[in-house]
């Protein structure tokens, strides 16, 4: 039950504040050493304990020479004894951090000229003493005295040329080295500066540049209880406000009920109070709080290790006072515990395709109980890997895992799923491990069937041809079609063919592409109903396609008898006699037409329908209707035959001219007889005669009379 508390004299974490550094950034080979261009390869984020990162190099120049082992801080700038000669660059360092506004970037020189650095490299403020910084009164007098607290110093050339000299004379009190008398411009203003240092400097005892102080300390090493406050943690130092970032997950509070909740980014006082609720299951409990203060210059900057493999980085001195957060942090230390990590497998051919699988842990240990849910995304693929790791679980808690969703969907059935073993038992400073394995395989997709029946109807059902019919079933754009022929002759419903496997949602229809109909059976309707089905999940979904069919009515044509009476007698003719005669193959069809006497001009006599076509009919006159006041003088039928069309009618004219009989020639007068006695006696025997023939005449009349007109109609089939 022990809580990490310190006290920080750092900048926050990311902090990257530029220095400007007038030194060798690095020497690292015995010739022409010089500042890498590029950044660091293995760059990282800041680590917690950085508090600055170098983001720049200005100003760069060079200088040439070498250390002198025996020079010492007051031993006036030698001019010969010179070891390991070689050109060293010199630049100006930036440091930054991101809680620094504009143009409050830190600037730096190097005091360690045989080690390296580089943009990207983290850093830490240093403890300020000769370990760090030899000789630190002279460097910390230069620093106070020349570029850049003090830009008019040196009084000549270029800012580069003033941070080359400023850097060469700091060098010279941490490094010992000392520029070649080859080059005397640059030896004559690195030597200017390191004798003013050395006679003005007369109390050589370091006095360590104040430092703003942020604090956080634990009470008293109170019982750390799961679920209950634990502190307080109270806060102090120089600064008089300060700003909290919670670890994540970590609840704290300004008082000892619990009442005040402290969220993250709170303003916290100087001098509060503050608690945190102890929760085994979260990882990392605590948090930080950032202040501002200025740090002088004459502070140092180490290396803070954040940059592995890297193992050193050459040391930073902070040229001028500059503005920089503080840190001050505390974390509790779980008591006695142990670890529960939670495994999972996933197998089979259809892993990768299951939806998110939900896991519950809890463990237990008498009033105390823990729950986490944790979930492994939808589509994760097959393999196996960590899922979870809870830390800090009390000794002596039983830990279960239980599934509420297994991932099971249409495209992936879970075939197997275990958790093993059932439970586990927390030991301390021990990982205890439960594995979720679960198998999928491809599953066998739902399928209905297709039935198409066809019902055949009317009354000449049963005289059709063969039907054609396509079924045709669709589902994610994919069509699956199946021919159906049904065999003629069908009458009825009747089930021509159950299309099966089909994958369930699919949108099935059928169409027909041959309806049967032929010169016995014509087609009059087609129905198809449904239109389409929708496949269901183990069931039949029918389509019915309906043909009803109907005896052909024949095509057939007519004839048409017409007789036409001319002449100047027409109208006195007695009555004709005709005959039409129709044959087509072995058929022979006649009728018999009388004309009633005296009818004039041209009339219709005869219609005989229902003739086939290709038929060929004439007409034949056998009584003309000549009688002893009416002769015929002309008989024409036209045409002589006719030939029957379908839906037409084919007319024949039989065209008599009648005109009054030619006169008799009057007979000579006969003698005069002698007359008879009695006057009468010459005249009896002649009015006998006359008489006799008018009997006669009267007998053949009613011989006429009496002729039966009679109409006759036969049909004769010759074989």
Wanted: glycine share 8%; aromatic share 6%.
């Amino acid at each position: 039950m022990v809580s990490r508390a310190s006290v920080v004299r750092r900048f926050a974490a990311f902090a990257l504040v530029p220095i400007a550094l007038a030194a060798s950034v690095l020497v690292t080979a015995p010739a022409a050493a010089a500042p890498p261009a590029d950044p660091v390869p293995f760059p990282t984020d800041p680590g917690p304990s950085t508090e600055a990162t170098i983001v720049d190099m200005l100003y760069t120049s060079a200088l040439f020479g070498g250390e002198v082992p025996s020079a010492t801080a007051t031993t006036p700038y030698p001019s010969s004894g010179l070891q390991n000669q070689r050109d060293v660059t010199t630049a100006q360092i930036v440091l930054d951090a991101p809680e620094l506004g504009p143009g409050e970037q830190m600037v730096t020189y190097c005091i360690d000229l045989e080690t390296d650095t580089t943009i990207g490299v983290h850093y830490e403020l240093g403890e300020w003493s000769e370990a760090n910084v030899p000789n630190l009164p002279y460097v910390q007098w230069i620093l106070d005295n020349y570029y850049p607290d003090n830009p008019a110093q040196p009084s000549t050339g270029s800012t580069a040329e003033k941070v080359r000299a400023v850097q060469g004379a700091i060098w010279y009190f941490t490094d010992q080295f000392v520029v070649s008398r080859f080059y005397p411009a640059e030896r004559t203003a690195v030597r200017t500066i390191v004798e003013a240092a050395q006679a003005a400097v007369q109390n050589p005892t370091p006095t360590p540049p104040p430092l703003p102080t942020l604090t956080v300390e634990l009470d008293a090493d109170v019982p750390l209880v799961p679920g209950e406050l634990y502190g307080a943690y109270a806060v102090g130092g120089s600064v008089t406000s300060s700003t909290i970032a919670l670890n994540p997950g970590t609840e704290a509070y300004a008082d000892e009920a619990g009442t005040l909740p402290v969220a993250d980014g709170d303003a916290v006082p100087n001098g509060a109070r503050l608690y945190l609720r102890y929760d085994p299951g979260v990882a990392d409990q605590g948090f930080t709080l950032t202040a501002f203060g200025t740090v002088p210059a004459g502070n140092v900057f180490l290396y803070d290790g954040g940059n592995p493999p890297l193992q050193t980085a050459q040391k930073l001195i902070l040229a001028s006072d500059a503005p920089v957060p503080v840190r001050a942090s505390a974390a509790i230390v779980p008591p006695e515990s142990g670890t529960l990590r939670v495994n999972a497998v996933l197998a089979g051919d259809a892993a990768g395709d299951q939806s998110r699988i939900d896991l519950d842990v809890t463990c237990v240990d008498g009033t105390w109980e823990l729950q986490r849910t944790f979930s492994i995304p939808a589509r994760t693929p097959a393999g196996e890997f960590v899922l979870a790791e809870l830390p800090n679980l009390v000794v002596g808690a039983e830990c279960t895992i239980e599934q509420t969703d297994d991932g099971a969907n249409a495209y992936a059935t879970l075939t197997s799923s275990t958790i093993e073993p059932a439970s586990v038992v927390i030991a301390s400073d021990e990982v205890a491990e439960m594995t979720l394995t679960n198998v999928y395989a491809i599953p066998t997709p739902p399928t209905g069937s297709l039935a198409v029946d066809v019902t055949i109807a009317g009354d000449a059902a049963g005289a059709q041809s063969a039907l054609d019919l396509t079924a045709s079933c669709t589902i994610e754009g994919e069509t699956i079609a199946r021919d159906i022929p049904v065999a003629a002759g069908l009458t009825g419903t009747t089930t021509v063919a159950t299309v099966t496997d089909l994958p369930v949602g699919a949108e099935c229809d059928v169409v027909q592409t041959n309806d049967g109909r032929n010169a016995d059976a014509l087609i009059t309707g087609t129905t198809i109903l449904p239109a389409s089905v929708s496949i269901v999940d183990a069931e039949t979904s029918t389509i019915t396609v309906t043909n009803t069919y109907a005896a052909p009515v024949p095509v057939v044509g007519t004839l048409q008898v017409d007789v036409t009476i001319a002449g100047t007698r027409a109208g006195a003719q007695s009555a004709l006699a005709l005959t039409a005669t129709c044959v087509v193959g072995e058929a022979v069809v006649t009728r018999d037409i009388t004309v009633p006497a005296a009818v004039t001009g041209t009339s219709t006599v005869a219609t005989i329908p229902d003739l086939v076509p290709g038929t060929e009919c004439s007409v034949t006159q056998s009584e003309n209707g000549a009688n002893a006041t009416t002769v015929v003088t002309s008989t024409s039928i036209e045409p002589p035959v006719a030939t029957i069309a379908a839906g037409q009618t084919s007319t024949i004219v039989v065209t008599n001219t009648y005109a009054a009989p030619a006169p008799r020639p009057t007979p000579p007068p006969s003698p005069t007889p002698a007359p008879t006695p009695g006057g009468l006696a010459g005249t009896g025997p002649e009015v006998a005669g006359a008489w006799v023939l008018a009997l006669g005449l009267l007998a053949l009349g009613g011989a006429a009379v009496l002729l039966e007109v009679r109409r006759r109609r036969s049909v004769t089939t010759r074989r």
